[in-house]
């Protein structure tokens, strides 16, 4: 095992983010194409035909691709199942993660040539669950979010050939691995049915019932408290003005700083990032950051700077490092009471088609004005100039400067901005996928 290196797996939510994250770094994606997938837009985002491409791209490249199958079916769906992981696997994915122990025991009968990985709804924290699904032919456990680096260890140590993925960063659920079911109650969208609404992301207003008249009243305060009366445990509820409170709006998930503890402990196989619905750009950039890390580790070496520094260019929530390394009842910095989403620190201006020539505007973009140039994992890029602009560098940073924005139907304007969907040619090729941003 001394040629071993952690997997980097990320989320792939259409065809176009799963050749960003395989040109950023990523080892594999995971993505599916029905409502089995718990995500309820990946029929829209990932038709059966580009996610046949996708696979087909991956494996030209020696990278992997898995299939999500994690929804938990209804009795009338069972039929629509076995037909739907019959299709996938005639695909060839690497492999089928799985959350339900009955479509465990039907894929391993369908396509048993395919591995099953079972998905964190499952919610494996311990080694007495690991060993279950392990001795029904789960090759690989997502564990829990909840789970910590020493149980993760401790089943490495009971089950050696059962491998362990983790996730490193994204969205987090308040509730026990999204096991929530306040979606459903409040507007009949199932969360383990790939349909959440994030109502614990919602802005919420804190209202008094006025018992004389039955009337419910704006409540005036700028903190509100509740308190157990049996414990006399005290929640503040502290609501912004004009925007409300966020009482269960959990900060997202980043584990960059603890790579070198968590593949120290030698307990851990694949590091996955989540945000299947999540931007282009975020695809490249959580797997550019994570890439960099993971082989800055093996090559001995940490730049936690930059891992930082890019991750929050990304729109967030605000950061926390979960429960791998604290135990939840350790953590008092996990929840974002004032917004339910932040900006990130740079906005992102135009993205690079697969040619490379070419590029969309995402952001306004002016003759004579600098965007950063974000390349993928590993490319390099040459300065020059052209008629249509230049590419130079500063201070280690390389930029783009156009002296004239041209359309491909040869229009020439003296800006654009994103409600133009039109190409535009870049002054000087980029490297397929790139990114051209700036500093907010």
């Known amino acids: 095992m001394a040629d071993f290196r952690v997997q980097l797996l990320s989320p792939a939510g259409n065809l176009k983010k799963l050749k960003i994250a395989l040109a950023y770094g990523a080892d594999a994606v995971y993505g599916g194409v029905s409502h089995f997938s718990l995500r309820a837009r990946a029929g829209k985002d990932f038709s ?4 046949a491409q996708g696979v087909a791209y991956a494996h030209e490249r020696g990278k992997k691709v898995f299939v999500t199958i994690n929804g938990f079916p209804f009795n009338s769906q069972l039929k629509l199942l076995e037909s739907h992981i019959t299709k996938m696997a005639s695909l060839n994915p690497d492999a089928f993660i799985v959350a339900a122990p009955g479509v465990v025991k039907l894929s391993k ?9 079972l998905s964190t709804q499952a919610n494996v924290l311990n080694v007495l669950d690991a060993e279950v699904f392990y001795e029904m032919g789960v090759k690989r456990i997502v564990a829990a979010r909840e789970i910590s680096l020493k149980d993760a260890l401790e089943i490495k140590k009971h089950l050696p050939d059962l491998e362990i993925e983790i996730f490193v960063h994204g969205s987090m659920c308040f509730a026990f691995s999204g096991r929530c079911l306040i979606s459903a109650l409040q ?13 614990c992301r919602f802005d919420y207003e804190y209202f ?11 409540f005036d305060g700028k903190e509100f408290y509740v308190k157990n009366p049996d414990n006399g445990v005290m929640m503040r509820l502290q609501e912004e003005e004009g925007l409300g409170t966020h009482i269960f709006n959990s900060k997202d998930l980043n584990l960059s700083g603890h790579i070198r503890e968590i593949l120290d402990s030698g ?3 694949a590091l996955k990032i989540e945000g299947r619905t999540k931007s282009n750009y975020y695809a490249g950039i959580t797997a550019r950051a994570y890439r960099a890390a993971i082989d800055d580790y093996y090559n001995g070496s940490e730049n936690s700077a930059f891992y930082t520094n890019e991750l929050y260019t990304l729109k967030n929530r605000g950061f926390t490092d979960g429960y791998i390394i604290h135990r939840p009842y350790e953590k008092f910095n996990t ?14 201006n135009a993205e690079v088609d697969e040619s490379g020539e070419w590029a969309f505007c995402r952001h306004t973009i002016r003759v004579g004005e600098a965007k950063e140039i974000v390349a993928p994992f590993g490319e390099s890029i040459t300065c020059g100039k052209s008629d249509l602009g230049e590419i130079f560098e500063e201070q280690g940073v390389k930029y783009m400067r156009f002296n004239r924005i041209c359309l491909k139907d040869d229009k020439e304007l003296d800006s654009i901005h994103s409600g133009n969907t039109n190409a535009f040619k870049l002054p000087l090729p980029l490297p397929p996928f790139s990114f051209l941003r700036e500093r907010l």
Do not use: M, W
């Open 48 to 51: 059966f035909e580009d996610f």
């Open 109 to 117: 009968k369908i396509a048993p040539q395919i591995p099953i990985h």
């Open 187 to 199: 507007s009949g969208r199932v969360p383990n049915r790939g349909s959440c609404a994030n109502d």
């Open 208 to 218: 008094v019932r006025n018992v004389e008249n039955d009337e419910l009243v704006k």
């Open 267 to 269: 307990a851990v196989d």
């Open 335 to 348: 929840q974002n009471h004032l917004t339910a989403i932040s900006e990130g620190s740079y906005q992102v």
